[in-house]
Every structure is written in C-alpha cells, then in structure tokens.
C-alpha cells in the first residue's frame, strides 16, 4: 500500500493561474519530498521539507508540512504552459530511512 | 558531475524470459535505489543496495534480484517474466543510505508480451 496519497488526481488550470496539490500519509516521517514526472520520464527532485518544518519555498514552489495531519501540499504560483507534468509526493518514514514511499501523483494540465 | 543514467531505454521481452537493467549512479552516491513504475501509478519500492549489500526490500517476489559494484553502479535482474512486470523501472541514487532527495534516471521502458 502507498504511504502518500495525492490529491485531486488531476488538476486543470490556465496560466498564471496558481495550482495546489495536497499529499496525506501513515507513519511518522524523517521528511517528505515532492517530484516532479514529465511524460513517465524521470521523476526530478523539486524540494524536500524536514519534520521539523512548517514550511519551503523554492521559487514559484511553496510546500507546506502539518506532521499533526499527516499532510502536505504543494504550491505552484503563476502557473506555466511548461509546469505540465504528474507531481509525486515522497515520505522518507522513520522506522525505514532512506527508502521513500510514493503516492500515485497528481497530475496537472496548465494550459495556454 | 554526471547524473545518474540507466540503460536500456526501451526493452521488449517475452514472457518467462529473463532481463538485466542497468544503472550508473551519479558521482559521489553509494546508495541505489530501484523502483517499478505502473502506467498511471506511483513509483513502488523494489529494494536498495548501499555499498554492494542489498539494504532493504520491498514487496517483490524473489525473482526480482540485483547487485551493485564496487563503483556502485548496479543492476536489477528478473527471472521468469510476467505481463504484469511491464512497467517503467527506475533507478535512483542517493548518498549514505540516506534520502535528501533522490537523484533518478530516465527509466528503462519494459513490455513484457
């Protein structure tokens, strides 16, 4: 079974509008990571937030962390044509490190 | 510094053939980690090796295998291939067991007839 479980499943947007992405999970967490899939490419690493933080910016990327609710989201302001792609969310648990877990992804049209 | 590269990028396999996946971690990592990705699906956990020992598994049958060299390259081996492994496998790499988010590779593309 998933650790994280994304939410909505999919998400459409025009641009420079913003697109939020909620991330709930299980167990206790060393931290939590989102990622990002063009194409069922690759997945790359966009930001990693700690137990121990609230909150992240990177950018246009904002990522919340409530370790009480057990969730997270993921911010995108002023959305663009190329910010397309599905966003996963990763849980590195406690009880065992350095394995993440994944979700099954949100995946977000952004249309021009 | 190279990223992490995995080889092939495509493969077609018959089923209860046998396949081997490649991976070169990116420079400086020790740690692998090798993940089966369905269509529509999140990335499920097959297991990793740290420093050639294989350092947790996932849920995976016994004829999913691998190893890892001493330059920390690795390899994931399945026997006995079924439609159900058609998938995109990916490999990530990390440093010290330890995930402050992993680096992937491009993933090789599996399909299982």
């Known amino acids: 079974s998933q650790q994280g479980e994304e939410d909505p499943q999919a998400l459409s947007i025009q641009e420079g509008e913003n697109a939020t992405m909620n991330c709930s999970y299980k167990t206790s967490i060393n931290n939590l990571q989102w990622y990002r899939q063009n194409s069922g490419r690759g997945l790359v690493h966009l930001i990693l937030i700690r137990s121990n933080e609230r909150e992240k910016h990177s950018g246009r990327l904002r990522v919340t962390l409530d370790t009480s609710k057990k969730s997270s989201s993921l911010l995108i302001t002023a959305s663009r044509a190329a910010d397309t792609a599905s966003y996963f969310c990763?849980?590195?648990?406690?009880?065992?490190?350095?394995?993440?877990?994944f979700g099954d992804g949100t995946t977000l049209t952004v249309k021009p | 510094e190279t990223g992490v590269t995995q080889s092939p990028t495509h493969l077609i396999k018959t089923r209860g053939q046998q396949v081997t996946l490649r991976c070169s971690s990116q420079s400086g990592h020790n740690t692998v980690s090798w993940y089966q990705q369905a269509l529509g699906q999140g990335p499920q956990f097959i297991f990793q090796?740290?420093?050639?020992?294989?350092?947790g598994r996932g849920n995976f049958p016994p004829r999913f295998s691998g190893l890892q060299f001493p330059n920390y390259s690795s390899e994931l081996n399945v026997n006995a291939l079924e439609l159900d492994d058609s998938a995109l496998y990916l490999c990530?790499?990390?440093?010290?067991?330890?995930?402050?988010?992993?680096?992937f590779g491009s993933g090789t593309r599996l399909t299982v007839v």
């Open positions: 090796y740290y420093r050639e020992e294989e350092n």
């Open positions: 990763a849980t590195d648990a406690a009880t065992n490190a350095g394995k993440s877990t």
């Open positions: 990530a790499s990390s440093f010290d067991r330890t995930n402050y988010g992993y680096t």
